[in-house]
Nanobody, 118 residues
Framework: QVQLVESGGGLVQPGGSLRLSCVAS????????VGWYRQAPGKQRELVAD???????NYANSVKGRFTISRDNAKNTVYLQMNSLKPEDTAVYYC????????????WGQGTQVTVSS
């Protein structure tokens, strides 16, 4: 069984920074692509950023230049460094990982709230 546990969300003022973490545990053979989605109230879940095992990254236009995704393959962990946060970044952030156990399955974290407000 695989679990993803997120941490690092919270309340921050506009212009501030937060760092989200997501660690996978369980019977893991390997982890392929990982990433972060977010969902604001009344809106659809949207991709924020993802990263391949080799380190190739992809970002939503709205976060380019402000957010940085990274991963530590040895620790089964993905990070999202969020700088210059704006009120429109307020959402629940979900990590996902494509994990190979006996088969390839996408797993999701429980979500962590990020609120940007003065």
């Amino acid at each position: 069984q695989v679990q993803l546990v997120e941490s690092g969300g919270g309340l921050v003022q506009p212009g501030g920074s937060l760092r989200l973490s997501c660690v996978a545990s369980g019977s893991i053979f390997s982890i392929k692509a990982v990433g972060w989605y977010r969902q604001a109230p009344g809106k659809q879940r949207e991709l924020v950023a993802d990263i391949t095992r080799g380190g190739s990254t992809n970002y939503a236009n709205s976060v380019k230049g402000r957010f940085t995704i990274s991963r530590d393959n040895a620790k089964n962990t993905v990070y999202l460094q969020m700088n210059s946060l704006k009120p429109e970044d307020t959402a629940v952030y979900y990590c996902y990982m494509q994990i190979v156990t006996t088969t390839l399955i996408s797993y999701w974290g429980q979500g962590t709230q990020v609120t940007v407000s003065s």
